[in-house]
């Protein structure tokens, strides 16, 4: 009797033993793409220091003004002047920005022509201003063109303060410099802003096709896009309030990611860059934007980096600052059902790679004393220094500036110091490209 209960004990010690080992030791596996893969299951590898990614932006860059659109408006539309032309990527049509005489500055209107240069119709209605032309960008399907508008008597410039009524905003943001905007916003509209400008009287232009249907305008910049017939134009947010002024097509042409900021914000960065004489770069938090409408915000943080897309167009990501120095880059999932986001933080792997840089230009500049430095820790060998390095001391330790996702797996950043003023003077120091090399977390095979 007592032999079999030894026997029988030894047998269930037995198969704990194995249920450990299935426990413990299942077989992973690893997702075959990174689009299956959810941002928060990613793993990085900081790679510090490393060549620039190819910029294939730069490398088609279209000509500013298409030559037989510009001759067109010579012969034919003397009351309007030509901005410049955007060429969609099929080449079949061309967005025309211009001005008519005795719109105000920074006052856009679009046409639509076709790719032989041949005029269509025209796109923005009379109650419509477009703004910041240099974001205007046709999706990489052609289907679509996105651009920037407002009312035309509203705007930045409108007299009325705008009250902040986007429920999606909060107000107690911690994200950067800019984190306390939000308070005590002055709602006095300096006089020099207003938008008590006379036009000039001018001569009706000659007439051009029909007008362009009217669609809706608010007070703020809202995103709108029409398609390639320069047809169909609406907007796809319709936030009064916030102003969007930058946003990027994911490469399936499906939506957009954008950056908005709220109008007291805007204003607040605005008058603090115009009193310091410097380029305003204004602060906004991402988020995504479909074609029918349907918007999500990413994130509650504020941040001056614009965000890019996987080239699957399943993720997004941004890059954040904190006091100006470079704290984390946080990836979104811009599709499934429930999109998770993951925070790579940057800080002390950018002080330690900083570090590094640092000694190695100092070695460059000064080798006599690279050269005794080298002789003293060959005499006195020593564990290198186990302690963070004072980032007040490193010159290089700068924020991230750019972003740039080149492949699935390789998301390039850039860190530096940049500072120009409206006079055209500035400076551009420490640029330096780094990498983080994407990979899967392994899962167990159930």
């Known amino acids: 009797m007592r032999i079999t209960k030894k026997l029988i004990v030894f047998a269930l010690l037995l198969s704990t033993a194995a249920c450990q080992r299935n426990i413990f030791d299942s077989p992973t596996v690893a997702p075959s793409a990174l689009r299956d ?10 790679e510090a220091d490393v060549p620039a990614p190819s910029d ?27 901005v410049k032309t955007i060429v969609s990527p099929n080449k079949q049509r061309i967005l025309t920005v211009y001005q008519r005489l005795g719109d105000p500055d920074a006052s856009f209107r679009l046409d639509m022509y076709s790719g032989d240069a041949g005029f269509l119709r025209r796109v923005s209605p009379e109650t419509m201003t477009v703004d910041f032309p240099d974001i205007i960008v046709w999706s990489p399907d052609s ?33 950067n410099s800019a984190a306390n905007v939000n308070a005590n916003v002055n709602a006095n509209v300096d006089a020099n802003t207003n938008a008590n400008t006379e036009t000039v009287p001018v001569a009706a232009p000659a007439p051009l096709g029909d007008a362009a249907p009217n669609v809706i305008t608010f007070r703020t910049e809202q995103i709108y896009i029409c398609n390639s017939e320069g047809l169909d134009v609406k907007p796809i947010t319709q936030n009064e309030g916030l102003i969007y002024y930058y946003f990027v097509w994911s490469p399936d042409s499906s939506m957009l990611v954008s950056l908005a900021a709220t109008y007291q914000e805007w204003r607040v960065l605005q008058d603090r860059a115009d009193r310091s004489g410097e380029v305003f770069v204004p602060l906004g938090r991402p988020r995504i934007v479909e074609k029918n409408g349907r918007e999500r915000r990413l994130d509650d943080n504020l941040t001056s980096v614009r965000p890019v897309w996987s080239p699957d167009s399943a993720k997004v990501a941004v890059g954040y600052n904190s006091d100006n120095k470079p704290t984390q880059i946080r990836i979104y999932d811009a599709i499934g059902d429930q999109p998770t986001q993951a925070a790579i933080p940057l800080r002390n792997q950018l002080l330690i790679s900083s570090q590094a840089f640092d000694q190695k230009i100092n070695n460059e500049q000064n080798p006599q004393i690279a050269a005794n430095t080298e002789t003293n820790a060959n005499t006195n060998p020593a564990n290198p220094s186990m302690t963070l390095p004072d980032e007040r001391t490193l010159v290089s330790f700068q924020p991230v500036i750019a972003l740039e996702w080149s492949a699935e797996n390789m998301l390039y950043f850039q860190t530096g110091y940049v500072k120009i003023y409206r006079t055209g003077d500035g400076a551009r120091s420490s640029l330096r490209w780094h990498r983080l090399v994407l990979s899967p977390q392994a899962t167990a095979i159930k």
């Open 37 to 46: 893969v959810p941002a928060l299951r990613l793993s990085f590898r900081y």
């Open 56 to 82: 294939p932006a730069q490398a088609a860059q279209a000509e500013e003004k298409n030559a037989a659109v510009q001759a067109d408006f010579d012969a034919n539309r003397p009351q309007e002047i030509l």
């Open 143 to 175: 289907a679509n063109v996105a651009f920037v508008a407002i009312a035309r008597e509203g705007g930045l410039n409108s007299l009325t303060p705008l009250p902040n009524t986007n429920a999606n905003t909060n107000s107690n943001t911690a994200s």
